[in-house]
Nanobody, 117 residues
Framework: QVQLVESGGGLVQAGGSLRLSCAASGSIGSITAMGWFRQAPGKERELVASITRDGNTHYGVSLKGRVTISRDNAANTITVYLQMNNLKLEDTAGYYC?????????WGQGTQGTVSS
């Protein structure tokens, strides 16, 4: 199993930035990719960004150009960061970390990001 712990959400004014972190522990050797998704009230969960074990990145449409995903690999932990800039009111959502292997996918508990005017 993989455990995911997210941090870094909060309240920010429009135009500001948030940096989210997701620490993966447990069976991290099985992880092929990690990513961030978000879900706003009444909307479907959507991909924000993902990064593979090799460091290849992919960005969703909604935040493209305003977001960067990166990762640090340690002996027993993988930490993935999501840097979001120039945030807009519509970026308010729950942000969820995801890890994927060839068989399983795991989700973190989510962290709220709220953008105010």
């Amino acid at each position: 199993q993989v455990q995911l712990v997210e941090s870094g959400g909060g309240l920010v004014q429009a135009g500001g930035s948030l940096r989210l972190s997701c620490a993966a522990s447990g069976s991290i050797g099985s992880i092929t990719a990690m990513g961030w998704f978000r879900q706003a009230p009444g909307k479907e969960r959507e991909l924000v960004a993902s990064i593979t074990r090799d460091g290849n990145t992919h960005y969703g449409v909604s935040l493209k150009g305003r977001v960067t995903i990166s990762r640090d690999n340690a002996a027993n932990t993988i930490t993935v960061y999501l840097q979001m800039n120039n945030l807009k009111l519509e970026d308010t959502a729950g942000y969820y970390c995801n890890s994927a292997s060839s068989i399983y996918a795991y989700w973190g508990q989510g962290t709220q990001g709220t953008v105010s005017s």
